[in-house]
C-alpha cells in the first residue's frame, strides 16, 4: 500500500527497494516486470450479447414475451392477435434496446481511468537516462519529472526543487501541492496529506524532481480506485427496486386471476378453447403492456427539463431518484464554494477590513467597522495592497486570470483598489522557497526601488522592525500583535500571508537575502474559497424539503468547519478520514447520520459514508469531480459529477452531470425529480384501474356466462379491441398526464420513505373503485343493446352483437375520459384545476375520439377490429358512461380528504 511509503527516509526506502541511486539494471528490472506485472490498469468488459441478454431477465420483460407467444400461437390459429404480438414484441425490444445502452456507459469509467495512464516516462536506469513506455516502470525505478510532466506511478520523491504538483483529478483539491522529501510522521494519512508522495495520474505545474517507484499497476492509488470502481454495487435504483417489486407482485396476481378464470371456464362446462381464449384475454387486458415506455418516457421528459436547468442526466432512473433523495453528500470546492480564493480579510495600519466580492470580480469594496472605507485615502492599506498586488506572478484578464490561485487572490485585492501593473517595473526576483516559506522582489516605481516580500506571517514578522499606524505614520513594530491576528484569520480558515516593505538605494539593481532586513510590516492578507450565495440559498432549500446536506472534502477540518458554518450546514462536529478509518461499521453508520462535516478523507471513505447512510435506509446522492470520487459515485444511489471541474473518470461515473458545478443545480433537479415520481404516480394510478377494468369485463363475462347468455356467447370487448383500448390510452392520455404543471411545494414538503411503496392503500382503492366503475357501464350498455341478439344461447343477430361488442368499446372511451380528466392530481379536485392548462391532455381526448371513429366507420378497419356503425340514438346513453368514473374519483378525493388521508 502506498500509505506505508511516506513514513521511511531515503536510505530506508533504497533499502527495503533494492534500489540504486545509479539506477536499476535492465536485468533487474526485467526480473521485477515479471514479478509484478504491467504498469497499467486492466479489467475486462462484458460482451455487448451478455450485456443485451441481461435485459430480458426481468419478470415483465418474461410475461410479455410470454404473452407475445400465446397471441402469435393463437394468431396462427385463426384468432385475430397479429396487432396484440407485434405490438407486445415491439416494446419488448424496445426497453431491451434503452437497457442495453444504459448499462454500456458504466464501463466507460474504467476507460477514462485507463486514459490518464501516462504512456512514456524517463528513467534513470544503469546511469543512463532513457525513455521508457511508462507500462515497463517496476518498484525501484528512478523517475526523472519536470514541469508539465504527469508522474507515471506512485512515487516517493528524494530530489525536488519547487516543485508542485497538481492534485486535483485525485483529491478535487484546485491548488497544486508544494512536495518535500523529508519523511512523514502519522498513521493513515490521505493522499492530498502525503508531501512527499507522488500518484499516478496527477501532473507536475513547477519545478523539477526525481523519484523512486514503489507501486505501480492496480497497486497505485489510481489502481486501487479501479478496483473500487469494478467492485462497486452500483444496484438497484429506489424507483427500479419498487417497480421490479410492483411488477412481479402485479404478474402473480394476474396469472393467478388468469388460471381462476381458465379452471373456472373448464368447470361450468365451456370448450377449452374459450377458456383459454378468455384467460389469455383476461391476460392481455390486465398487464399494463406499455407501462416499461411510459416509465420510460416520463423520465426521459424530466431528464429534458432537468438538462434545461443544467442538470444532465446520464441514466434516466436518476431523473426520479433525486426526488427520494434524503441526504446529498457534496464536495466543497467548486460545488459548494466558488472554487476561486478571494481575499475577505487585511489587516493594515493596525486596523481589520473585511473585503466584499468573490471569484474573479474586481467590483468590491473594503469595509471598516461596517462601512465603506475607500483604500485611496488610507495609506497604511494602500501600501498593503500594493505589496500584494506586484509581489505576483499572477495575471489578470477579462475573462478571469491565469497563474497561482493564491497570487490571483491579491492580484484581485489589489485591483480592487483600482491598482495597475503599469509603472512598476521588476528587477529582481527571489522565488518562493517552501523551506524559506516567502518570495521577494525588486521592483522600480515613481524612482524609488523598493524590496517586496510576502510570505508565512511568522517568517515574514522576523524581518521587520517598524510598522505603520492607521494615518500611515511609520511606528516600531510589535510582532505579537500581528501574530495574534494571523491566528484570528486562521480559527476562521482564512490562509494568510503577511507583507512587507523595504526601500533600497536608487542604484542598487540586485535582490540578496541580506536586504530582508529591518524592512516595514505592512500587514496581513487572509483569503479563502468562499461559498456561492446560491449554494447559501440552496442548503436552506433543502433543509425546508427535508434533506441533510453533507460536506465531504479533502480540505483541512477548519476549513471545511468554518466555511459549512457559512453555508448553514450543522458543524458541531467535523471527523476526518483518519477518525474514520478506526470506526466500526456500527460505529459508523451511527457518525454518518449525526455528523455532517467530513474531512480529509480518502476515495474509500466516501465511498463508505455512503454506504454507511444507505445502511441506515436514506437515499444517498454524492457529488464529486476528481478520480477519487469514482468509487464513491457509483455506490451511491445517485453520482453527480461536475461538468466543467469534473475529470472524465468521475462524468462516466455518475448518473447525473452538473453543467454548471452549481449545488443549487441539484436543488433544483431534487424538485424536477419529485415532480418525475408524481407524474409517475398519476400514470400507475391511471393506468392499472382501467387495465384492471378491462380485465373484469373478460372475468365478468366468464362468471356470468352461465345465467347471462350473451356474455358466453361473445366477450364484452374482444382482445383486439382491448389491446386497441390500451395502446391509445398510454399515448393520448397517459402521456399528456407527464405535462401537467408542477404542483406547488414540492420543496416544501419531506422526501417520501424509501420503503414507500406502489401498491399501497391507496393504489388497491383505486383499482377496485375505478375498475368497477368503469368496467360496469361496459358491462350495462353490451347487455342494453345487445340482449336481444343472443336466444336460448344462440347468436341469431351476429350485426347487432358486434354493434353491441362497438358500443361497450365506446362507453368504455367515455369512461376513461371522465377518470383522466380528474387523474390530472392525485389528491386535489379537478374542480381546482384550469380545465385548459393542460393542452396535451385536451388535444389527447380529441385525437382519441376522432382516432375510434376510423374503426367504426371504416370497413376495412372495422373488420380487423370487429366493430360496427350503430344506430345514433344509442349514442345519449353512451355519452352518460362519462360521469360514473369521474364522480367516483371526485367522491374518493373528497372522502380521502375529510378524512385527512389526502398527503403526497
Same mark, same amino acid.
Given at each position: 500500500m502506498a500509505e506505508s511509503w511516506y513514513g521511511l527516509s531515503t536510505d530506508e526506502l533504497i533499502e527495503k527497494l533494492d534500489a540504486s541511486p545509479d539506477g536499476l539494471s535492465d536485468e533487474v528490472a526485467a526480473a521485477r516486470l515479471a514479478q509484478? +506485472?504491467?504498469?497499467?490498469?486492466?479489467?475486462?468488459?462484458?460482451?455487448?450479447?451478455?450485456?443485451?441478454?441481461?435485459?430480458?431477465?426481468?419478470?415483465?420483460?418474461?410475461?410479455?414475451?410470454?404473452?407475445?407467444?400465446?397471441? +402469435?400461437?393463437?394468431?396462427?390459429?385463426?384468432?385475430?392477435?397479429?396487432?396484440?404480438?407485434?405490438?407486445?414484441?415491439?416494446?419488448?425490444?424496445?426497453?431491451?434496446?434503452?437497457?442495453?445502452?444504459?448499462?454500456?456507459?458504466?464501463?466507460?469509467?474504467?476507460?477514462?481511468?485507463?486514459?490518464?495512464?501516462?504512456?512514456?516516462?524517463?528513467?534513470?536506469?544503469?546511469?543512463?537516462?532513457?525513455?521508457?513506455?511508462?507500462?515497463?516502470?517496476?518498484?525501484?525505478?528512478?523517475?526523472?519529472?519536470? +514541469?508539465?510532466?504527469?508522474?507515471?506511478?506512485?512515487?516517493?520523491?528524494?530530489?525536488?526543487?519547487?516543485?508542485?504538483?497538481?492534485?486535483?483529478?485525485?483529491?478535487?483539491?484546485?491548488?497544486?501541492?508544494?512536495?518535500?522529501?523529508?519523511?512523514?510522521?502519522?498513521?493513515?494519512?490521505?493522499?492530498?496529506?502525503?508531501?512527499?508522495?507522488?500518484?499516478?495520474?496527477?501532473?507536475?505545474?513547477?519545478?523539477?524532481?526525481?523519484?523512486?517507484?514503489?507501486?505501480?499497476?492496480?497497486?497505485?492509488?489510481?489502481?486501487?480506485?479501479?478496483?473500487?470502481?469494478?467492485?462497486?454495487?452500483?444496484?438497484?435504483?429506489?424507483?427500479?427496486?419498487?417497480?421490479?417489486?410492483?411488477?412481479?407482485?402485479?404478474?402473480?396476481?394476474? %396469472?393467478?386471476?388468469?388460471? !381462476?378464470n381458465f379452471g373456472y371456464g373448464i368447470y361450468l362446462g365451456y370448450d377449452t378453447s374459450y377458456s383459454f381464449l378468455g384467460a389469455v384475454s383476461l391476460v392481455v387486458a390486465a398487464i399494463p403492456e406499455m407501462l416499461p415506455a411510459l416509465v420510460t418516457s416520463i423520465l426521459a421528459l424530466s431528464g429534458v427539463v432537468m438538462a434545461g436547468r443544467k442538470a444532465l442526466i446520464r441514466k434516466l432512473p436518476a431523473a426520479e431518484t433525486l426526488g427520494a433523495t434524503s441526504v446529498i453528500c457534496s464536495d466543497k470546492t467548486g460545488t459548494l464554494t466558488e472554487n476561486r480564493m478571494t481575499v475577505t480579510r487585511v489587516y493594515a495600519g493596525t486596523q481589520i477590513y473585511y473585503v466584499t466580492g468573490t471569484g474573479y470580480n474586481i467590483e468590491g469594496e473594503f469595509l471598516f467597522d461596517g462601512l465603506a472605507a475607500p483604500p485611496q485615502e488610507d495609506p497604511a492599506l494602500m501600501q498593503l495592497l500594493h505589496c500584494g498586488f506586484n509581489c505576483n506572478n499572477a495575471h489578470l484578464s477579462g475573462a478571469g486570470g491565469t497563474g497561482d490561485p493564491t497570487e490571483l487572490a491579491l492580484r484581485i485585492s489589489g485591483a480592487k483598489a483600482e491598482l495597475v501593473v503599469d509603472g512598476v517595473q521588476r528587477l529582481e526576483e527571489i522565488p518562493f522557497d517552501s523551506s524559506a516559506k516567502y518570495m521577494a522582489v525588486l521592483v522600480e516605481t515613481e524612482g524609488k526601488r523598493l524590496v517586496l516580500v510576502k510570505g508565512a506571517p511568522e517568517v515574514v514578522v522576523q524581518m521587520c522592525s517598524t510598522t505603520l499606524d492607521p494615518d500611515g505614520q511609520v511606528i516600531p513594530f510589535e510582532p505579537n500583535t500581528a501574530l495574534y491576528t494571523a491566528k484570528l484569520f486562521a480559527r476562521d480558515a482564512l490562509r494568510t500571508l503577511g507583507f512587507a516593505v523595504k526601500e533600497l538605494a536608487a542604484d542598487q539593481a540586485d535582490l540578496r537575502h541580506d536586504d530582508l532586513a529591518e524592512m516595514r510590516f505592512v500587514g496581513l492578507q487572509g483569503m479563502i474559497d468562499p461559498p456561492k450565495q446560491s449554494a447559501i440559498e440552496a442548503v436552506e432549500q433543502c433543509k425546508g424539503a427535508g434533506i441533510r446536506t453533507v460536506m465531504i472534502t479533502g480540505d483541512h477540518p477548519d476549513t471545511a468547519q468554518a466555511v459549512a458554518k457559512q453555508l448553514g450546514i450543522s458543524a458541531e462536529m467535523v471527523i476526518t478520514g483518519a477518525e474514520l478509518s478506526h470506526l466500526e461499521e456500527t460505529e459508523l453508520e451511527e457518525t454518518s447520520e449525526k455528523v455532517s462535516v467530513f474531512a480529509r478523507v480518502a476515495p474509500e471513505h466516501k465511498k463508505a459514508i455512503a454506504e454507511a447512510l444507505q445502511a441506515?435506509?436514506?437515499?444517498?446522492?454524492?457529488?464529486?469531480?476528481? &478520480?477519487?470520487?469514482?468509487?464513491?459515485?457509483?455506490?451511491?444511489?445517485?453520482?453527480?459529477?461536475?461538468?466543467?471541474?469534473?475529470?472524465?473518470?468521475?462524468?462516466?461515473?455518475?448518473?447525473?452531470? %452538473?453543467?454548471?458545478?452549481?449545488?443549487?443545480?441539484? &436543488?433544483?433537479?431534487?424538485?424536477?425529480?419529485?415532480?418525475?415520481?408524481?407524474?409517475?404516480?398519476?400514470?400507475?394510478?391511471?393506468?392499472?384501474?382501467?387495465?384492471?377494468?378491462?380485465?373484469?369485463?373478460?372475468?365478468?363475462?366468464?362468471?356470468?356466462?352461465?345465467?347471462?347468455?350473451?356474455?358466453?356467447?361473445?366477450? &364484452?370487448?374482444?382482445? &383486439?379491441?382491448?389491446?386497441?383500448?390500451?395502446?391509445?390510452?398510454?399515448?393520448?392520455?397517459?402521456?399528456?398526464?407527464?405535462?401537467?404543471?408542477?404542483?406547488? +411545494?414540492?420543496?416544501?414538503?419531506?422526501?417520501?420513505?424509501?420503503?414507500?411503496?406502489?401498491?399501497?392503500?391507496?393504489?388497491?382503492?383505486?383499482?377496485?373503485?375505478?375498475?368497477?366503475?368503469?368496467?360496469?357501464?361496459?358491462?350495462?350498455?353490451?347487455?342494453?343493446?345487445?340482449?336481444?341478439?343472443?336466444?336460448?344461447?344462440?347468436?341469431?343477430?351476429?350485426?347487432?352483437?358486434?354493434?353491441?361488442?362497438?358500443?361497450? !368499446?365506446?362507453?368504455?372511451?367515455?369512461?376513461?375520459?371522465?377518470?383522466?380528466?380528474?387523474?390530472?392530481?392525485?389528491?386535489?379536485?379537478?374542480?381546482?384545476?384550469?380545465?385548459?392548462?393542460?393542452?396535451?391532455?385536451?388535444?389527447?381526448?380529441?385525437?382519441?375520439?376522432?382516432?375510434? !371513429?376510423?374503426?367504426? %366507420?371504416?370497413?376495412?378497419a372495422a373488420a380487423l377490429f370487429r366493430t360496427a356503425p350503430f344506430p345514433s340514438d344509442w349514442w345519449p346513453l353512451i355519452l352518460m358512461c362519462f360521469f360514473p368514473s369521474f364522480m367516483a374519483i371526485e367522491l374518493d378525493k373528497l372522502v380521502r380528504k375529510s378524512l385527512g388521508r389526502s398527503s403526497r
Amino acid at each position: 500500500m502506498a500509505e506505508s511509503w511516506y513514513g521511511l527516509s531515503t536510505d530506508e526506502l533504497i533499502e527495503k527497494l533494492d534500489a540504486s541511486p545509479d539506477g536499476l539494471s535492465d536485468e533487474v528490472a526485467a526480473a521485477r516486470l515479471a514479478q509484478y +506485472g504491467l504498469n497499467e490498469i486492466e479489467f475486462k468488459k462484458t460482451p455487448a450479447w451478455v450485456r443485451f441478454l441481461r435485459q430480458f431477465n426481468d419478470p415483465m420483460v418474461i410475461i410479455l414475451l410470454v404473452t407475445a407467444t400465446v397471441t +402469435g400461437v393463437l394468431t396462427a390459429l385463426g384468432s385475430h392477435m397479429l396487432p396484440d404480438t407485434i405490438v407486445i414484441a415491439g416494446v419488448v425490444l424496445l426497453n431491451s434496446i434503452l437497457g442495453f445502452v444504459q448499462e454500456g456507459k458504466a464501463e466507460g469509467a474504467l476507460d477514462a481511468l485507463r486514459n490518464m495512464m501516462v504512456q512514456e516516462c524517463l528513467v534513470i536506469r544503469q546511469r543512463d537516462q532513457r525513455r521508457i513506455p511508462a507500462k515497463e516502470l517496476v518498484p525501484g525505478d528512478l523517475v526523472v519529472l519536470e +514541469g508539465g510532466d504527469k508522474i507515471p506511478a506512485d512515487v516517493r520523491f528524494f530530489e525536488v526543487s519547487n516543485i508542485h504538483v497538481d492534485e486535483s483529478s485525485l483529491t478535487g483539491e484546485s491548488v497544486p501541492v508544494n512536495k518535500i522529501i523529508e519523511p512523514l510522521q502519522g498513521e493513515d494519512l490521505v493522499p492530498g496529506d502525503q508531501k512527499n508522495m507522488g500518484f499516478s495520474g496527477t501532473y507536475l505545474t513547477q519545478g523539477t524532481a526525481r523519484a523512486i517507484v514503489v507501486e505501480t499497476g492496480a497497486n497505485t492509488v489510481f489502481g486501487r480506485i479501479a478496483d473500487m470502481v469494478k467492485a462497486a454495487d452500483t444496484g438497484m435504483t429506489p424507483l427500479q427496486k419498487k417497480m421490479k417489486e410492483f411488477v412481479r407482485t402485479l404478474i402473480i396476481a394476474i %396469472l393467478v386471476v388468469g388460471a !381462476f378464470n381458465f379452471g373456472y371456464g373448464i368447470y361450468l362446462g365451456y370448450d377449452t378453447s374459450y377458456s383459454f381464449l378468455g384467460a389469455v384475454s383476461l391476460v392481455v387486458a390486465a398487464i399494463p403492456e406499455m407501462l416499461p415506455a411510459l416509465v420510460t418516457s416520463i423520465l426521459a421528459l424530466s431528464g429534458v427539463v432537468m438538462a434545461g436547468r443544467k442538470a444532465l442526466i446520464r441514466k434516466l432512473p436518476a431523473a426520479e431518484t433525486l426526488g427520494a433523495t434524503s441526504v446529498i453528500c457534496s464536495d466543497k470546492t467548486g460545488t459548494l464554494t466558488e472554487n476561486r480564493m478571494t481575499v475577505t480579510r487585511v489587516y493594515a495600519g493596525t486596523q481589520i477590513y473585511y473585503v466584499t466580492g468573490t471569484g474573479y470580480n474586481i467590483e468590491g469594496e473594503f469595509l471598516f467597522d461596517g462601512l465603506a472605507a475607500p483604500p485611496q485615502e488610507d495609506p497604511a492599506l494602500m501600501q498593503l495592497l500594493h505589496c500584494g498586488f506586484n509581489c505576483n506572478n499572477a495575471h489578470l484578464s477579462g475573462a478571469g486570470g491565469t497563474g497561482d490561485p493564491t497570487e490571483l487572490a491579491l492580484r484581485i485585492s489589489g485591483a480592487k483598489a483600482e491598482l495597475v501593473v503599469d509603472g512598476v517595473q521588476r528587477l529582481e526576483e527571489i522565488p518562493f522557497d517552501s523551506s524559506a516559506k516567502y518570495m521577494a522582489v525588486l521592483v522600480e516605481t515613481e524612482g524609488k526601488r523598493l524590496v517586496l516580500v510576502k510570505g508565512a506571517p511568522e517568517v515574514v514578522v522576523q524581518m521587520c522592525s517598524t510598522t505603520l499606524d492607521p494615518d500611515g505614520q511609520v511606528i516600531p513594530f510589535e510582532p505579537n500583535t500581528a501574530l495574534y491576528t494571523a491566528k484570528l484569520f486562521a480559527r476562521d480558515a482564512l490562509r494568510t500571508l503577511g507583507f512587507a516593505v523595504k526601500e533600497l538605494a536608487a542604484d542598487q539593481a540586485d535582490l540578496r537575502h541580506d536586504d530582508l532586513a529591518e524592512m516595514r510590516f505592512v500587514g496581513l492578507q487572509g483569503m479563502i474559497d468562499p461559498p456561492k450565495q446560491s449554494a447559501i440559498e440552496a442548503v436552506e432549500q433543502c433543509k425546508g424539503a427535508g434533506i441533510r446536506t453533507v460536506m465531504i472534502t479533502g480540505d483541512h477540518p477548519d476549513t471545511a468547519q468554518a466555511v459549512a458554518k457559512q453555508l448553514g450546514i450543522s458543524a458541531e462536529m467535523v471527523i476526518t478520514g483518519a477518525e474514520l478509518s478506526h470506526l466500526e461499521e456500527t460505529e459508523l453508520e451511527e457518525t454518518s447520520e449525526k455528523v455532517s462535516v467530513f474531512a480529509r478523507v480518502a476515495p474509500e471513505h466516501k465511498k463508505a459514508i455512503a454506504e454507511a447512510l444507505q445502511a441506515r435506509g436514506l437515499v444517498v446522492a454524492m457529488t464529486g469531480d476528481g &478520480v477519487n470520487d469514482a468509487p464513491a459515485l457509483k455506490a451511491a444511489d445517485i453520482g453527480v459529477a461536475m461538468g466543467i471541474s469534473g475529470t472524465e473518470v468521475a462524468k462516466e461515473s455518475s448518473d447525473m452531470v %452538473l453543467a454548471d458545478d452549481n449545488f443549487a443545480t441539484i &436543488v433544483a433537479a431534487v424538485e424536477e425529480g419529485r415532480h418525475a415520481w408524481n407524474n409517475l404516480q398519476k400514470a400507475i394510478l391511471y393506468t392499472l384501474p382501467t387495465n384492471a377494468a378491462q380485465a373484469l369485463l373478460i372475468m365478468g363475462a366468464i362468471l356470468m356466462a352461465a345465467t347471462v347468455p350473451l356474455f358466453g356467447a361473445r366477450f &364484452v370487448l374482444e382482445p &383486439v379491441q382491448i389491446l386497441w383500448i390500451n395502446l391509445l390510452d398510454s399515448v393520448l392520455l397517459t402521456m399528456p398526464l407527464m405535462m401537467e404543471a408542477k404542483e406547488k +411545494g414540492l420543496l416544501s414538503a419531506p422526501p417520501r420513505e424509501a420503503k414507500t411503496q406502489i401498491i399501497n392503500k391507496l393504489f388497491l382503492q383505486r383499482v377496485v373503485v375505478m375498475g368497477l366503475a368503469i368496467s360496469i357501464p361496459g358491462f350495462l350498455i353490451y347487455y342494453h343493446f345487445g340482449a336481444a341478439a343472443v336466444v336460448d344461447g344462440e347468436i341469431v343477430d351476429a350485426l347487432l352483437l358486434t354493434q353491441a361488442q362497438t358500443a361497450a !368499446f365506446w362507453a368504455i372511451l367515455l369512461a376513461h375520459f371522465g377518470y383522466v380528466i380528474s387523474a390530472r392530481s392525485i389528491y386535489g379536485s379537478v374542480f381546482g384545476i384550469n380545465p385548459f392548462s393542460n393542452h396535451w391532455l385536451l388535444a389527447g381526448i380529441a385525437l382519441s375520439i376522432a382516432i375510434r !371513429f376510423i374503426p367504426t %366507420l371504416v370497413p376495412e378497419a372495422a373488420a380487423l377490429f370487429r366493430t360496427a356503425p350503430f344506430p345514433s340514438d344509442w349514442w345519449p346513453l353512451i355519452l352518460m358512461c362519462f360521469f360514473p368514473s369521474f364522480m367516483a374519483i371526485e367522491l374518493d378525493k373528497l372522502v380521502r380528504k375529510s378524512l385527512g388521508r389526502s398527503s403526497r
